[in-house]
């Protein structure tokens, strides 16, 4: 197959650049590099069947020859990032979105968007299960990109009904592992940067907010399962076992044995109070679950930033 990963520079898009060339397939890699950064797919670029395309997807643009598969994956991702790119978000989401489902429709390809459990908003159920509407601040500062997220959902199921287009829709859980930004903001590159230096460890809130993490290579896996369903609906992908913030920023002192303390900084305006997902549809429609812990998983990110 011949697929095209937009945002194929940034943390997800890079390994799933990787899992697809692995498989023997072509991948075409289009990204502006606004988030995403070379380095990640450095080691693709003399590949005969990778191709980088420096490329804004909110802008018009053509592509010759077949595609069979597009993964949307571009947009801004961390809050950090998405708080100081509001617009490029909002039109990632919007524009980026339809252009790709637009070349998806000329190229009769398979079309499936990187969404977000942030369509859940701080959600009022928990876990979260697909059929869950969320809970969406729409003009708080997170809006850009959960409502960027939700439209691009509403847009690539309207093409589905319309034009019979395929569809797949990820909702992606929190990921974490090698190429994740130092500086990007969120939690755990955060935590591992501050521990590796013995610096304190920034727990907003008083930390009693959870989340669950998956690990980037049981992500992939789920994606391309996804990719090879049949399924139209949004799927939930992510790790269930949820954990509150300060219990995550202690295993990792732990972890890289650093000599770090813990330092509480205010929460966020809109930051969830919990997110866990229901991934009961993962396991019957794609036979897929998560396969590697937190502790591992960890022990392999700390590893790598290490080794930078
Ligand atoms: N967080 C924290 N300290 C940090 C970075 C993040 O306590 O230095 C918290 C943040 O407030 C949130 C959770 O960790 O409750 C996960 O944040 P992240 O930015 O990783 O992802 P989010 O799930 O908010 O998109």
Known sequence: MKILISGGAGFIGSHLCDYFLKKGNKVICLDNLLTGRKENIAHLLKNKNFKFIKQDITEKFSLSGKVDAICHLASAASPKDYLKFPLETLKAGSAGTLNLLELARKKRAIFLLASTSEVY?????????????????????RSCYDEAKRFSEALTIAYHRKYSLEVRIARIFNTFGPRMKGNDGRAIPTFIGQSLKNEDLTVFGKGDQTRSFCYISDLIEGIYRLLKSKEPRPINLGNPSEMKIVDLAKKVIALSKSKSSLVYKP??????????????????LLGWQPKVNLEEGLKRTIAWFRSL
């Open 121 to 141: 908003g701080d959600p009022k159920v928990s876990p979260q299960r697909e059929n869950y509407w969320g809970n969406v601040n729409c003009i708080g500062p």
């Open 267 to 284: 929460l966020p305006v809109d930051d969830p109070k919990r997110r866990c997902p229901d991934i009961k549809r993962a396991k019957e």
